[in-house]
């Protein structure tokens, strides 16, 4: 059974936007922290963003920050990461991921229980 599954990846030209989304049996009422990762090739998976399930503070690389927002809604199960003003080093796999392992932060993939399959984003300058 697939834990996650993300959608909303595509082909955009720098300075776009994209929304990617994330649901699955693997985001549950135990689920105490939200994460979007991503990983390009050659490169690790790094954390890019996260969100705790019930205070809803967030956590941003420095990378990403002023540009990626994370949102969860509990009621849907749904995890969502608007991106705006793409660059061409956000050209990535990103993958979504939940933590039932502690409830601040799950910016590291040891602490990840369930990972989604990931969804491309190609950013063209």
């Known amino acids: 059974q697939v834990a996650l599954v993300e959608s909303g990846g595509g082909s955009v030209q720098a300075g776009g936007s994209l929304r990617l989304s994330c649901t699955g049996p693997g985001y549950t009422g135990s689920t105490t922290c939200l994460a979007w990762f991503r990983q390009a090739p050659g490169t690790a998976r790094e954390g890019v963003a996260t969100?705790?399930?019930?205070?809803?503070?967030?956590y941003y690389a420095d990378s990403v920050k002023g540009h990626f927002t994370v949102s969860r809604d509990n009621a849907k199960n749904t995890l969502t990461l608007q991106i705006n003003s793409l660059k061409s080093e956000d050209t990535a796999m990103y993958y979504c991921?939940?933590?039932?392992?502690?409830?601040?932060?799950?910016?590291?993939?040891?602490?990840?229980?369930?990972w989604g399959l990931g969804t491309q984003v190609t950013v063209s300058s």
């Open positions: 991921a939940a933590s039932t392992r502690n409830p601040y932060n799950c910016v590291t993939s040891g602490l990840i229980n369930y």
């Open positions: 969100i705790r399930t019930t205070a809803g503070s967030t």
